[in-house]
């Protein structure tokens, strides 16, 4: 992208910075050409000192790079004639051929910017006439504006597309089919959007597809058997990169500030009746899936509908490419491939609860796992297959021994089994003594992990503790329902995600903060600050409908305050050289 560009590119982000609460798409996108195949769109210029001042602050970001934005933008939005209540479009446009240049001398991009007074806004670039285009000069490169009614100036670093273009209304609509049914919803619903016509990029989303392969196959070929699969995975990313070209619509990105939180979407939709619009059209119920695992502290939590057949085929795919990694080797996915239980599934749940200790073999010792499946017992029958696969198999340095013990005790009424997996390592090996170090800090002395397995109705669970507790509430949940899925502080994160996701990951903060605190203390660390009593959810989801797919990332806005205040706790402390008190928060 050249500096022209950048230039324009660049205004519009820096105006961008006032987000409102609430957002809708700004009303002159009715009058950009339809021929745009890059748009970036924000719904309201005002509100900037109350939205963004207040989100920098709160990051302690005042006296660095953002600041310095904060500036540029407060001196954008006091130009004079510029209607800081309206709407503003960025829109790169596409030649006769339908290529999209954002490498050229001039190239096609127009600003829709809304004033209340044309001839002050112009004034304030020194603009000229020159007929019936004024020509200005904004930060030292040449600015061609005209003005084009209804409250709008129409600005351009290239002058015969300023002098040309003279936007009529009437193409809300085309732009409302083109981003479909979600694009349209998370348009409406972002402070800012960036909107692209993957059909103008699709030659470049070929490329890198290709080019990743090479990359693939180049590294397989120079590391031999230890990197089969790597070919196999270049292989996957290629066809999926072609798949996208070939059925691709339009690709969004978005943003948006509540009270809550902030949320980052990114979205695709995909042309009516191809392979991936019908592979993108089943909706999932991973949350329903998240309330068949207990409902107690967690530091990760998350759930999988397998019950469409793109996700089911992206779980063959990975099994394929984790098995050739290492042919006739096991591997540590070996125990976790869902490509060999796929058939028969429906969808998996897990939690990893808040365990006393992340370190020496702590870790997984409240991890829960329910497998939603039509026929428990045939799942049982490929873990035992696949433990007797492993059992006594070497990979480099590395000696598995597992175990599967049918029957091995009762809980609630329920016969379990029990599972074991023991990693031994070579010392004579070279890397053998750093490994283990790392190993045990993770599995403990044991270097392994053991737990249940329990067949429900419905499904398999699976413990990663041989602990009858767990187990018990594992059991519970699994048959009643009512567990985490249903807990208040993931509830309240779901909801600021799209609805009926495939896929469904929660961070658990107050957890995660515990454990953090915990470990910063063993090295004399501390946050500076006081940890707040409950923070809630980090949050990822995924939803497929209407052809569509529609991933949304919401961080509460309890992390960013905290955040704030352990960056200013810290700068503080290493402005003034004092130490500051360690963090504390309440025992649970």
Partial sequence: MNRSARRVLGMGLVLSMSMPVLADIPEVLDRVPTNAGLVIAID????????????????????????????????????????????????????????????????????????????????????????????????????????????????????????????????MASHAKRLGTTGMRVASSS????????????????????????????????????????GAMGQLIETFAQDLARDGQTGLVGVSLADDGVSLDLAATFKDGSEMAQAMSVPGNAMELLSHVPDMPYLLAGAIDMSSPAVRNMFKAMGTISASMTPGQPNMMELFNLGKMIDGQRGMAMVMGNPPSMIMGGMFSKTVQFIACDDPKASIATVTEMMKTMNGMASGPMRFETEFKPGLTTVEGTSIDGWGMKMALDPADPSADQMQMGMMMIFGPQMGLSGYYAQVPGGLITTYARESGLAAKAIQAAGAGGGLGTSADVRAAAARLPKRCVV??????????????????????????????????LALGIAMSDGSTHARVFVPQSLLSFVGQVIEAQSGAADDGVARPPSRRPQS
């Fill in 44 to 171: 309201n210029l005002s509100g900037f000192h109350t939205r963004a001042e207040g989100l920098i602050s709160m990051l302690s970001l005042d006296r660095v790079g953002p600041g310095n934005v904060l500036g540029m933008t407060k001196a954008w939005l006091d130009t004079p004639g510029l209607n800081a209540t309206g709407g503003l479009v960025i829109a790169f446009l596409t030649d006769a051929q339908g290529h999209l240049d954002l490498e050229g001398e001039t190239p096609q991009a127009a600003m829709f910017i809304p004033v209340s007074d044309f001839n002050a806004f112009a004034g304030a670039f020194a603009g000229k006439d020159e007929g019936g285009v004024i020509v200005g000069s904004m930060d030292g490169d040449t600015i061609y504006l005209k003005d084009i009614g209804g409250g709008y100036a129409l600005a351009s670093p290239n002058r015969d597309l300023a002098s040309s273009l003279n936007p009529v209304a009437g193409n």
């Fill in 191 to 230: 402070a800012m959007f960036a909107a692209v016509d993957v059909q103008v990029v699709a030659p470049m989303i070929t490329e890198a597809g290709a080019g990743f392969r090479e990359q693939m196959e180049m590294v397989s070929s120079m590391m031999g058997d230890q990197a089969q699969g790597m």
């Fill in 504 to 537: 469904a990951a929660f961070v658990g903060l107050d957890s995660l903060m515990q454990q953090a605190s915990g470990l910063m203390a063993m090295g004399g660390q501390s946050f500076g600050v006081d940890v707040p009593e409950s923070m809630g959810a």
